[in-house]
T-cell receptor, first 117, second 112 residues
């Protein structure tokens, strides 16, 4: 059972474009939604995170939009640059105790973003 | 400050051989995790630990064992390696459940 569905699998944009990566979840107990960025040969690193008490969070050129009723959240990258080329993972966690699952982040399958010069 | 360090970074095994991957963190984190990353499959949790002396199964625990004898170390063992265990393995740790998960740089394992 895939609890966090991420799309698209890959995405190519031109420099300055606004790539959008979408994630949908099923578990209504999820209440923490981070995005991780991974460069080739490196481990993932936290990019930005949101909790469901807000509908949007912005950090620099990166914005998370959150729709609690639809159980969806998305990452937007404004004015994308070639240096943003990486794999992006959405994730979710149920922070309140729910049978031990609160210890674990559930990841989407990842989106390979390529930003062409 | 090294963060999360994984050793070895690369290893080639023959089917049936055993090996241990070591993860060490110097951030005094309680929680530690082992993930495997395969093309198109994302990050899948193998085992995790919520403190020294504890371990628990994740999504794909079969064929792996773990130990957390010291707070700073989390070991992942393969008793009898199989080609299906060819993957990149990532260790991660965090201080609190609501905090950032810090990843190591990965260990690439090939089983022939």
């Amino acid at each position: 059972q895939q609890q966090v569905k991420q799309s698209p699998q890959s995405l190519i944009v031109q420099k300055g474009g606004i790539p959008i990566i979408n994630c949908a979840y099923e578990n209504t107990a999820f209440d923490y939604f981070p995005w991780y960025q991974q460069f080739p040969g490196k481990g993932p690193a936290l990019l930005i995170a949101i909790r469901p008490d807000v509908s949007e969070k912005k950090e620099g050129r990166f914005t998370i939009s959150f729709n609690k009723s639809a159980k969806q959240f998305s990452l937007h990258i404004m004015d994308s640059q070639p240096g943003d080329s990486a794999t992006y993972f959405c994730a979710a966690r149920a922070e309140k105790n729910s049978g031990g699952s609160n210890y674990k982040l559930t990841f989407g399958k990842g989106t390979l973003l390529t930003v062409n010069p | 400050n090294a963060g999360v360090t994984q050793t070895p970074k690369f290893r080639v095994l023959k089917t049936g051989q055993s090996m241990t991957l070591l993860c060490a963190q110097d951030m005094n984190h309680e929680y530690m995790y082992w993930y495997r990353q395969d093309p198109g499959m994302g990050l899948r949790l193998i085992h995790y630990s919520v403190g020294e002396g504890t371990t628990a199964k994740g999504e794909v625990p079969d064929g792996y064992n773990v130990s957390r004898l010291k707070k700073q170390n989390f070991l992942l063992g393969l008793e009898s390696a199989a080609p299906s265990q060819t993957s990149v393995y990532f260790c991660a740790s965090c201080y609190t459940l609501s905090g950032e998960l810090f990843f190591g740089e990965g260990s690439r394992l090939t089983v022939l």
